[in-house]
């Protein structure tokens, strides 16, 4: 069955070519921009009645899916794949049944943040533990559809370890580039477990995706980084599921993480697409959040020439160490279109925001702490209301940076000068949350006699 019904367009100069003219590092070759999927429906005008899939049956369909024993039925991304035919045939979708991640409430954050209620879609919760599984499964199926041997990607760590997995799973070859001793361990061990040929370079973030762009230039090696365009169509889902566990009530705000900036971008793509096929009838605002180490886009935002300039980066937050975002553009378009802001938080604050998500039995990596970080900072602007919903995209699990964890509670991680910026108030925070492990010798009595004290002061507290 053929399925396959998509162009490429550049968003940029606005080209329209067909999927497989797209070059190998997936610019524009009229002017270097990125390229979305367009599909015929995404370019009929809106209430455009039965030229559109009708709303109300894919809504049902959707639902329908959720309780088959089919593999891509029961994959949170292949459940919406009426909107992302990508490839020939459904069929060959390489699945690890990702997405179907949880909506969680987080009553002590919204109190601590200043508002009514807070939700977080985690989309830690995916089969290699972060939210790339979506995008990987989308474009990885793309990369065996069209034949390719080979698959490779720069990362800071997650995306490496979902392709991979998707890679594994598809019976095809892998090469990831990160940059040496700048990325979470835990991710490290992921791409090998699965197999991948590991390359660490002697260069951060950036200077892999050089060498792999050139590469790519060379030798047949599919792209697996953000650029490739059928990565965000699996990123979109995300937005379709928050909607359907808030039984299609809109919230006011999404947060974010930015790092190459493709999420965002993804995200706002999903629900710009539910409102242009009248599932929706108003979107969210969507907010990016940086940390201060590696935050091209919030200079962006704050220059009065707008003028994007590319830094050096660096955070602890490795997963958006990212100093030259490929993505920008679309996630700046994003923002400006939805409403919604970029926000840049410190270290100090990021280390806080991480040690509250995980106070409330969710948890989360560094990185994706940074929304609730930002939240914070949108409240006390009076840019996020307080009876106002906002979902936070937490969009990785606290498995894939223990040293980063242990390191907070053992009082280790913050430098002297992170640590003297704290105010007064989130000292008190940090003083409650901090818990590091106790060595005790192994008798009874000196043991009660620790636990007491400990009860006493959790009394008093
Ligand atoms: C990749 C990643 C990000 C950044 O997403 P971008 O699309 O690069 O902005 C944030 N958090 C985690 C955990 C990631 O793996
Ligand atoms: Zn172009």
Avoid at 103 to 110: K, N, T, V
Avoid at 301 to 316: G, H, S
């Amino acid at each position: 069955m053929k399925v396959s019904a998509h162009t490429l367009r550049c968003t940029e100069c606005g080209a329209g070519i067909a999927g497989e003219d797209a070059a190998s590092d997936f610019r524009c070759t009229l002017c270097g921009g990125l390229y979305e999927v367009n599909y015929p429906w995404s370019l009929t005008p809106s209430g455009t009645g039965s030229k559109l899939p009708n709303a109300s049956a894919l809504r049902w369909l959707w639902q329908e899916r959720r309780t088959s024993t089919l593999p891509i039925d029961q994959s949170g991304v292949w459940r919406f794949r009426d909107l992302l035919p990508i490839v020939s045939d459904f069929d060959r979708a390489v699945t690890l049944r990702e997405g179907n991640t949880p909506l969680y409430e987080l009553p002590r954050c919204a109190k601590a943040a200043g508002v009514d209620w807070l939700l977080a879609k985690h989309q830690g919760m995916n089969p290699t533990g972060s939210f790339k599984d979506t995008g990987m499964t989308a474009a990885l199926s793309v990369a065996a559809d069209r034949g390719f041997e080979w698959v490779a990607c720069a990362s800071t760590g997650n995306t490496s370890a979902a392709m991979a997995a998707y890679a594994a799973r598809a019976g095809l070859r892998s090469i990831v580039f990160i940059p040496e001793g700048k990325i979470a361990w835990g991710k490290l061990s992921q791409s090998m477990d699965y197999g991948a040929l590991t390359i660490q370079l002697k260069t951060d973030f950036d200077g892999c995706v050089n060498i792999l762009t050139d590469l790519v230039k060379r030798f047949p090696i599919y792209l697996l980084n953000s650029v490739n365009p059928y990565r965000l169509e699996g990123q979109k889902t995300p937005a379709f599921e928050i909607l359907e566990q808030m039984d299609w009530q809109v919230p006011e705000h999404i947060v974010v993480p930015g790092g190459n900036l493709a999420n965002s971008a993804a995200l706002g793509k999903g629900f710009s697409e539910m409102l242009h096929l009248g599932l929706i009838q108003s979107v969210p605002k969507i907010s990016v959040i940086q940390a201060e180490g590696a935050n091209p886009l919030y200079r962006w935002f704050t220059d009065t020439n707008r003028i994007m300039r590319p830094v050096t980066a660096d955070t602890r937050a490795t997963a958006i160490r990212i100093g030259n975002p490929a993505s920008w553009r679309k996630s700046a378009a994003v923002i400006e279109k939805m409403g919604g802001w970029c926000e840049q938080v410190s270290e100090a604050e990021i280390a806080l925001a991480k040690a509250q998500i995980g106070s409330e039995g969710v948890g989360c990596e560094p990185a994706s702490a940074v929304t609730f970080a930002g939240l914070k900072k949108l409240v006390a602007a009076g840019r996020v209301l307080r009876e106002e919903r906002t979902v936070l995209i937490l969009t990785g699990h606290t498995l894939k940076d223990s040293d980063y964890t242990i390191n907070y509670h053992r009082g280790e991680l913050l430098t002297a000068e992170e640590s003297a910026g704290i105010s007064a108030a989130d000292r008190v925070l940090h003083e409650e949350l901090c818990k590091p492990p106790i060595v005790l010798e192994a008798n009874p009595d000196v043991v009660l006699r620790t636990l007491e004290s400990h009860m006493k002061t959790v009394q008093h507290a």
